[in-house]
């Protein structure tokens, strides 16, 4: 599949629950280059998890962005060497997510209160 440069006007926004691989499949349709992004995965989760499942995609997927959530720099940078692994064309750390499960883990948009830890 020839790699096609990424086309930055449209993006869809990576949402918990909904843009998984069929999701992604589905958004595919409409655009061989907009960004499409993997629902927010927990770093620990990982790091710690079924890599395998939790990170494999179709190489038509292309281009896809792995979203990490998590406030712990090391396992961050652990779980993105792990994804970059995977081939994923970008890795991107949720810091704007509203959700209040998010916030009780401490990432997400409360990750903004924080900017050096997020430097």
């Known amino acids: 599949m020839p790699v096609l440069p990424i086309d930055r006007r449209l ?3 990576p949402m ?3 843009t998984d691989r069929h999701c992604r499949y589905f958004l595919r349709q409409f655009s061989p280059r ?5 629902e927010m995965i927990v770093a620990q989760a990982i790091v710690r998890g079924d ?3 939790l990170l494999e995609f179709d190489p038509w997927e292309h281009p896809v962005a792995l979203q990490l959530g998590g406030a712990d720099p090391g ?3 652990e779980a993105a060497a792990i994804g970059a692994g995977f081939g994923y064309d970008e890795i ?3 810091v704007g997510c509203p959700s209040d499960r998010v916030q009780q883990a401490t990432f997400g948009a409360c990750l903004m ?5 997020v430097a």
């Open 113 to 117: 209160a924080q900017p050096r830890l």
């Open 34 to 38: 907009v960004l499409l992004y993997t």
């Open 51 to 53: 890599r395998r499942y």
């Open 11 to 13: 993006s869809v926004a």
């Open 16 to 18: 918990m629950d909904w």
């Open 92 to 94: 991107n750390l949720n």
């Open 75 to 77: 396992l961050l940078a």
